[in-house]
Structure formats: C-alpha cells, structure tokens
C-alpha cells in the first residue's frame, strides 16, 4: 500500500469538511486507496476537504475492486486484506458520509435509461450512482469513466 501515509494525511482533514454537495464515483474510492493512473488527481480532489457520500453500492463495488485486484494478481490477498480493512476503519471513523439508497434512485435509474443509455452507452449501475447523485441532491459528481461523466452532464450535474 504505497500511498498509506497519503491517504491518512488526506483524510485526517475531512473531519471539518464542507457540505456535502459531491458525490464520488466508486471509481474514485478506488483510485484513492489503490495507486493507479487517477490517483494523483483523487489526491487534488480531497486538498478541498469535500465531504462524500458513501452508499451500500460504493461499498459493494468497492470489495468488487479490491477482490479483482487480486484476481488479477495486482495486489496480493494479505494487501487487500489490508486494504478492506482500512477501507473499513475509515467507514466506522466516519470518514464518508454514509446514506442508504435513496428511495427513489432505481425510479430515476430507469428515467435516465429512457433518456440518456441509447445514446450515451451507460450501464445500469453507472446509471445507478448518477440516479442516486440526484436524488441525494448533489452539485458534482466526480467519476474516471467518460460515459458515466456525458450522463452525469446531461443530467445536470458538474463533472470534474
């Protein structure tokens, strides 16, 4: 876990973070607690002490993450142990701000199909988390992958 130390310092600030206006793609959890291409600019990202949301499908999606990591043998399993571990301790430090699936984000999951998944080539759940940014009332949504951000944009959220 090379980036360890960078992740404490990062998230030691969020204690004071500001409101809760961001909602993070699993693949920025992922990108922060796995070294990788993105990392760096996770890294900028929380410099501003955003406050996340975390819901059941971020935590899902991140054991999904770290287990094929070691599928792929990118990491070892004692390392991803490690790392669900921390993933964990940060959860109960309350690190990200936990919230169940909005009651509504399925519904809105299947309106933004209808409208945007012909023409965009989003999957279901991408679609998902975008829904969910919605309904959670987020300004930004942060994502790595370019479908998820056009759907993200036409749905009227800031990217980036």
Known sequence: MKNAV???ALLATLASAIPV???????FFVSLYLPDRH????????KSRPSLWMTPLHVAEWAHAVEQHVFRKAISRSE?????QR???HRTRNLWREVSL?????EVCVQ??????????????????VASALELKAEYFWTFDERQAKLALAAGLKTG
């Open 6 to 8: 960078a992740i404490e």
């Open 21 to 27: 206006t961001i909602y993070a793609d699993t693949s």
């Open 39 to 46: 990392t760096a600019e996770v890294e900028r990202g929380l």
């Open 80 to 84: 991803a142990d490690r790392l669900l």
């Open 87 to 89: 993933f964990q301790e």
């Open 102 to 106: 909005p009651d509504r984000a399925f």
């Open 112 to 129: 933004l199909a209808e409208r945007h998944a012909a023409r965009i080539g989003v999957r279901t759940l991408d679609t998902l988390h």
